[in-house]
């Protein structure tokens, strides 16, 4: 099966500045990358994903790079913020056409006001 | 539009003791995975239901399983119940085959 590896498991930063989580993947078949984010005592919530045909995505503050050939894939986050401390969890597709995400271990981050 | 539910949110038992755990879907949402949160493996697919079929399953014992009604909801139950299934059980939906999942606030099993 697939196994999704993340790190650092925990990252510190100053507030404005970027934050880089990495996370690599087994299965050369998985095709759908996505990061969630999961706040103290709340649910994971989708934050930025990326299919395998396209290389890197961008949404304001958050991009995603992925790398089919090294079968690995990384989130960025510039400009940091306070309300970014969370934690972030990578995943990637078991199977086509379904739902079984296989997550990274989380990283845990924190912007230092 | 109502997010997910899951019921309860938090429960304790015992050895031994089985458990089931509800989940009803963002509504239009057919498929439903279930996946266990704990510290120090973070969140691990036990399996997902499409149409009242199970499409995936994950690697948990025999002792997790799990179904789908004809509405959507979703039901997981444990058997026997051991400490190491102490943790966070998550529900999450999804309009879409390889898509968002929308999470449910989860609910909280306790082993004792």
């Known amino acids: 099966g697939e196994n999704v590896e993340q790190h650092p498991s925990t990252l510190s930063v100053q507030e404005g500045d970027s934050a880089v989580i990495k996370c690599t993947y087994s299965d050369s078949a998985s095709n759908y990358f996505p990061w969630y984010k999961q706040e103290l005592g709340k649910r994971p919530q989708l934050i930025i994903d990326?299919?395998?045909?396209?290389g890197e995505k961008k949404d304001q503050r958050i991009a995603v790079t992925l790398n089919k050939t090294a079968k690995h894939f990384s989130l960025h986050i510039t400009e940091t913020q306070p309300e970014d401390s969370a934690v972030y969890f990578c995943?990637?597709?078991?199977?086509?056409?379904?739902?079984?995400?296989?997550f990274g271990t989380g990283t845990r981050l924190t912007v230092i006001p | 539009k109502a997010g997910v539910t899951q019921t309860p949110r938090y429960l304790i038992k015992t050895r031994g003791q089985q458990v089931t755990l509800s989940c009803s879907p963002i509504?239009?949402?057919?498929?439903v995975s279930w996946y266990q949160q704990t510290p120090g493996q973070g969140l691990q697919f036990l399996f997902e239901?499409?149409?009242?079929?199970?499409?995936n399953k994950g690697n948990f014992p025999g002792r997790f399983s799990g179904r789908q009604f004809s509405n959507s909801r979703s039901e997981m139950n444990v058997s026997t119940l051991e400490l190491g299934d102490s943790a966070l059980y998550l529900c999450?939906?999804?309009?879409?085959?390889?898509?968002?999942?929308?999470f449910g606030e989860g609910s909280r099993l306790t082993v004792l």
């Open positions: 990326i299919r395998s045909n396209v």
């Open positions: 239901y499409f149409s009242e079929t199970q499409r």
């Open positions: 509504s239009g949402h057919r498929s």
């Open positions: 999450a939906s999804s309009g879409s085959t390889t898509g968002e999942l929308f």
């Open positions: 995943a990637a597709t078991g199977q086509t056409g379904a739902n079984n995400l296989f």
